[in-house]
């Protein structure tokens, strides 16, 4: 059985920073590309940033340059630290991990949300 979990979220006012972790557990032999999504109140969910395991990342335009994507390959973990905080990156952010086990080569796994919110 898989789990992935995200911690870190919270209240934060703007201009401030916060980072939020997320971790996969469970018997699988790889998690290739990780990322984060956010949905905002009244959004669609939004890609945020991914990471790969060859370490290629990709960001969203309205965060390049203040967040940052990271990896621990041995922990399985993906961070990402977000700095210059707006109001407008209020929203439940989630992460999508993309796992490889003997049940799958490519299987998608999204974690339950950590509520990140910014005051202004």
């Known amino acids: 059985q898989v789990q992935v979990v995200e911690s870190g979220g919270g209240l934060v006012q703007a201009g401030g920073s916060l980072r939020v972790t997320c971790t996969v557990s469970g018997r699988f032999f790889s998690a290739d590309r990780m990322g984060w999504y956010r949905q905002g109140p009244g959004k669609q969910r939004e890609l945020v940033a991914s990471?790969?395991?060859?370490?290629?990342?990709q960001y969203a335009e309205s965060v390049q340059g203040r967040f940052t994507i990271s990896r621990d390959g041995a922990r399985n973990t993906v961070y990402l630290q977000m700095n210059s905080l707006k109001p407008e990156d209020t929203a439940v952010y989630y992460c999508?991990?993309?796992?490889?086990?003997?049940?799958?080569?490519?299987?998608?796994?999204w974690g339950q949300g950590t509520q990140v919110t910014v005051s202004s």
């Open positions: 990471i790969t395991s060859g370490g290629s990342v």
């Open positions: 999508n991990v993309d796992l490889r086990g003997s049940w799958c080569d490519s299987c998608d796994y």
